[in-house]
């Protein structure tokens, strides 16, 4: 069976789905051998994170919760940075728990923090970051990020749950899109 053509808006594939499967399980068990012996809670960010989350969390062999965090960003223009406001929270409390916040990218660095402002105030007993792709170059804030899979430079990204305009979380790699 051969993989599906690339869609017109892709110009090239910046990492393959068997380099993010490689860079998962590597991540997984860093993520393991950091909190064994605690239960850890992944955190998601809808909707670009839950494709990085689900994958994830099958490479991390400590016992896992999860939960979802749906966010509104405005003036979301492409890799604009806009405001930001909870538009799902979580199910349940963090309170005395281990909680890994799961992003699909830090990119600026102000939905991170912001969401980290609005969990450590619920009194987790650790929080930290865990990110698919981040992009250092851009930071206008500065986030500890503990954990990530790839650095990348300013091109705008699609793909494995990164979206433009709602189009393209399916793609099972990273791409690059063509300029507009
Ligand atoms: P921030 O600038 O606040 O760190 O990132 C905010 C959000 O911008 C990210 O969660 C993501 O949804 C979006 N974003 C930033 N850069 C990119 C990119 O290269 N591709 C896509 N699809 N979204 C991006």
Do not use: H, W
Not at 83 to 99: Q, S
Not at 136 to 142: A, D, F, N, P
């Amino acid at each position: 069976m051969s993989a599906p053509a690339a869609p017109p808006g892709i110009e090239r594939v910046l990492f393959s789905e068997e380099q993010i499967r490689e860079r998962i399980c590597e991540i997984g068990e860093s993520i393991a051998e950091r909190y064994r012996g605690r239960d850890l809670k992944l955190i998601g960010v809808l909707k670009g994170s839950i494709f990085f989350l689900t994958a994830l969390a099958q490479r991390i062999d400590i016992p896992i919760k999860v939960d979802l965090l749906g966010i509104s960003s405005f003036g979301a223009r492409k890799g604009a940075p806009g405001v930001v406001r909870i538009a799902k929270d979580l199910d349940d409390t963090i309170e005395g728990e281990d909680v890994l916040l799961i992003e699909d990218i830090v990119d600026t660095g102000l939905t991170t923090r912001y969401l980290l402002q609005t969990l450590a105030g619920r009194g987790p007993n650790s929080l930290a970051i865990c990110t698919l792709l981040d992009r250092t170059c851009r930071r206008i804030v500065q986030v500890p990020v503990e954990f990530r899979c790839f650095e990348i430079d300013e091109r705008f990204v699609v793909g494995f749950g990164l979206d433009y305009r709602q189009l393209y979380r399916n793609l099972p790699y990273l791409a690059v899109m063509k300029p507009d």
